[in-house]
């Protein structure tokens, strides 16, 4: 048997699970949270090599191979973890993600290699479902990884049956899986793990744009569960516990992202975002619209009572965060009333924007959400639009036809006046034209954001 | 252990799981998100017994593999997400104060 302390200290790595995502859940224990779970990872990795005489069938083998293995992916980790900026992060997640399944999956094969034939159906079965989905969760957050880097198109791929081809292997992979279990062979193994990875590809492939971090945090979840499912196969209490926990909160956590886009997950996944484009995307470029120059900006801001923000995406790859702290604090000072308006999903994932103002020093109690600032639109003089685009346009609340079309945003077309920097005409992360962009009472800045946002504090300065 | 016993636990975890995220805001969606998948990085406990006790090669570089992929998932995991949480700390109490 396994040392009862080397289960003790399981158990307790356990609670520091639980403890962790407890803590994560509020902004004061989040950190501390964060740091109970490694403490609870590191228990766990260190017992692990105590399991003792009966199940490794003596001392731990391969011990030397076992420590550098641990040692290059630690360091390969960390270093990822310390050089990606924090616009990079959502597809730091994936790709971390991505591993973790690729490693669960890997697992489930060397149990099935080494004691195929004499597993029980219970267990065969939570084998190769730990292969399928751990597959699954690899290549789909590769592929999504992939599109949040712009190695390939945001958008979403649609190819020619696609549905079709995705419903055949998906058959395919549960009729491998099926007969994996009453008939096991490796050949079949290897087929079903080939049609998993394929799989994992087709599911993530149509799906594009803003939907795409509802799918790292499914795919979280699937990890999860492949985790509790190798648990459950190499009888280890631990893994099960920390699986089931991470699968059942990353299953609700995907819930009220998708709730909070007013998108059904079931629309992420198979209806995703269709490639037609919206209709007055041709006429884009002959279409008037009325730009400004910073002086103009700075003397709207300096005369106004109230201003809301609302910062995107856009803000942060120009690494504007920090001038628009310093924007904000010129206005506060000539007694301006200046919020900031988060809406769910700007950024490119749910609370991406609060980390990346937070980094810039930007109080937190500047920050409104999208319930409690929307009713503030109309009484606000100008609303101040930085590199978001998808989020406040209204055919999302109008156009029934639109891709984005029920999915809540910021009513900024409500405002008096709307102030849009932007780098170009090009239309959102979803592809679809904003027709804010057209309204009389907007002025666009074009430019980078940092750039124009400098020239605005400049002439503030002046005013 | 038995079926019935693991299985008990899988139950109970799935409502602990549940439960301990049902109050999170929304601005911690991300570092929930990112904590969570770093606590799945555990499987390196898994990749470490079938490793251990590998018969044949295969089975060795496959399982080294895996404890290369999973201590990436797990290290990356928690050293990533203390950098996002690292960034809401200090500022509460001073901002507390200057608003009220």
Excluded at chain 2, 51 to 72: C, E, F, H, P, R
């Amino acid at each position: 048997m396994t040392p009862t302390w080397v289960r003790l200290a399981e158990l307790l790595a356990s609670v520091l699970f639980i403890l962790a995502l407890k803590g994560l859940s509020s902004p004061k224990t989040a950190r501390r949270g964060n740091l109970l779970g490694a403490a609870g990872a590191a228990i766990a990795t260190a017992v692990a090599f105590f399991y003792g005489q009966e199940f490794f069938g003596g001392p731990v083998q391969h011990l030397p191979e076992i420590l550098v293995a641990i040692a290059i992916g630690s360091i390969i980790g960390w270093i990822a973890a310390k050089r990606v900026q924090m616009t990079q992060m959502p597809q730091m997640v994936a790709l971390f993600n991505g591993v973790g399944g690729g490693a669960a999956a890997v697992i489930s094969v060397i149990e099935f290699l080494s004691a195929g034939n004499e597993e029980t159906v219970a267990m065969l079965t939570a084998t190769i479902f730990t292969v399928v989905v751990g597959s699954v969760s690899f290549t789909g957050s590769l592929l999504t990884f992939a599109k949040l880097q712009e190695l390939m198109t945001s958008r979403p791929v649609v190819i020619p049956l696609g549905r079709f081809i995705t419903i055949g292997v998906a058959v395919g992979t549960i009729a491998t899986a099926v007969l994996l279990v009453l008939n096991p062979s490796n050949t079949l193994l290897w087929l079903l793990l080939g049609l998993s990875l394929v799989l994992g590809i087709l599911l993530v492939l149509p799906v594009g744009g803003a939907d795409v971090p509802i799918v790292i945090s499914l795919l979280n979840a699937f990890t999860g569960l492949s985790v509790a499912a190798s648990g459950y196969v190499l009888g280890n209490v631990l893994l099960i516990v920390a699986g089931t926990l991470v699968g059942a909160s990353g299953t609700l956590l995907t819930r009220m992202m998708a709730q909070a886009m007013g998108r059904p997950l079931t629309n992420t996944l198979f209806g995703a975002f269709t490639a037609k484009a919206s209709t007055s995307t041709a006429s884009a470029e002959d279409r008037p619209v009325k730009s400004a120059s910073p002086e103009d900006v700075a003397i709207m801001l300096a005369y106004a009572r109230k201003v809301i923000i609302v910062p995107g995406y856009g803000l942060a790859v120009a690494q504007a965060q920090n001038t628009i702290r310093e924007l904000v604090e010129l206005l506060v000072a000539k007694g301006i009333e200046v919020d900031y308006a988060i809406h769910p999903v700007a950024g490119r994932m749910p609370g991406h924007m609060n980390v990346l103002l937070a980094e810039a020093n930007v109080p937190y109690d500047q920050l409104k959400e999208m319930d409690e600032i929307n009713p503030e639109f109309p009484a606000t003089d100008v609303a101040l639009v930085v590199g978001a685009n998808d989020v406040v346009n209204p055919a999302a609340r109008d156009d029934k036809t639109a891709p984005i079309y029920g999915m809540p945003i910021l009513n900024v077309d409500q405002a008096q006046q709307v102030v849009f920097l932007k780098r170009s005409m090009r239309p959102g992360f979803a592809g679809i034209e904003n027709e804010v962009l057209f309204d009389p009472k907007t002025s666009l800045l074009f430019g980078d954001a940092k750039d124009s946002l400098t020239k605005v504090v400049g002439s503030l300065k002046t005013l | 252990m038995d079926a019935i016993a693991l299985l008990t636990i899988f139950i109970l975890s799935i409502f602990v799981g549940i439960e301990v995220v049902s109050k999170v805001s929304a601005i911690l969606h991300t570092p929930l998100m990112s904590g969570a998948n770093a606590i799945h990085g555990v499987v390196l406990v898994g990749a470490i017994l079938v490793t251990g006790k590998a018969t044949d090669n295969v089975q060795l570089y496959l399982g080294l593999v895996a404890i290369v992929l999973a201590s990436i998932n797990m290290v990356g995991g928690f050293v990533v997400t203390d950098r996002m949480l690292e960034m809401f700390k200090p500022k509460k109490n001073e901002k507390e104060e200057v608003s009220k």
